[in-house]
């Protein structure tokens, strides 16, 4: 996967999901040899859709010896053989690439300022502006959960998640700020985006009132395979 707006995952080694004795730790089968192994999971996510026992997942080695597992598990891959990246980390490095590459259209008069942007006791991905002094702040969320073609946030309950839809409302409303939330779904095989009611509906509420209140709210997708990770195109929103 050759492109300024994709990463690369190296080299990956197939095996078996079998189980996951907590939310960062799988156990799985590699296709290879058989030997089952411990990889590390880094999506906090529930993933109770995805990391099903007998799915099959993508690994990647590691050699650097601090780390208890050797193995992470970089991709999953969903009914319909739809690749799923479980990187979450990935997201702000693909939302960076494709702020500086103006591949967010609805943000291409914002300039890249700063990641990590902390105001008052909150830090925000990211802090944009506009010529003339104008702010945003941008939040980030990394979506895996499509359900008959719909994207879904969250896949558990996120209190750190809506008190940030919280302050950034507060900051819009101050006008210190504005603000926008993006939603980038690790997959292809979304062809709209809403908050998953059923899931946490007071996520779901926070979302709307953001939006009412003026935070903009976009979702973008990924076009993955198991070399790597792109940035896709962007999807309807339905709140």
């Not at 993508?58 to 009914?79: F, G, M, Q």
Request: with cysteine; charged share 25%; proline share 4%.
């Amino acid at each position: 996967m050759q492109s300024n707006l994709s990463l690369e995952f190296g080299p990956l080694v197939r095996a078996v999901f079998l189980e996951r004795p907590n939310r960062f730790l799988a156990i799985c089968q590699l296709e290879c040899s058989s030997e089952t192994v411990e990889a590390h999971v880094a999506d906090p996510g529930r993933l109770k859709e995805l990391l099903v026992p007998g799915a099959v997942v993508y690994l990647r080695s590691s050699d650097n010896p601090t780390r208890r597992t050797k193995w992470s598990v970089i991709l999953v891959e969903a009914p319909g053989a739809v690749l799923v990246s479980l990187q979450s980390a990935l997201v702000n490095q693909l939302t960076d690439m494709a702020l500086r590459n103006k591949a967010v259209a609805e943000l291409e008069d914002w300039e890249l300022v700063n990641r990590e942007y902390t105001v008052g006791k909150s830090r925000f991905d990211f802090l944009l502006r506009k010529s003339r002094g104008k702010q945003m702040l941008l939040e980030v969320k990394s979506c895996t959960l499509v359900q008959d073609g719909m994207a879904m946030f969250p896949d558990a309950v996120t209190t750190r998640g809506r008190r940030h839809l919280q302050e950034l409302t507060h900051l819009q409303a101050s006008g210190a700020y504005g603000g926008t939330v993006l939603f980038v779904v690790q997959r292809s095989d979304a062809r709209a985006f809403k908050p998953a009611e059923h899931i946490d509906p007071q996520f779901a509420e926070a979302l709307r009132q953001a939006h009412q209140g003026g935070i903009g709210v976009l979702v973008y997708d990924c076009k993955v395979d198991v070399h790597g990770i792109a940035w896709g195109q962007r999807l309807p929103v339905d709140l």
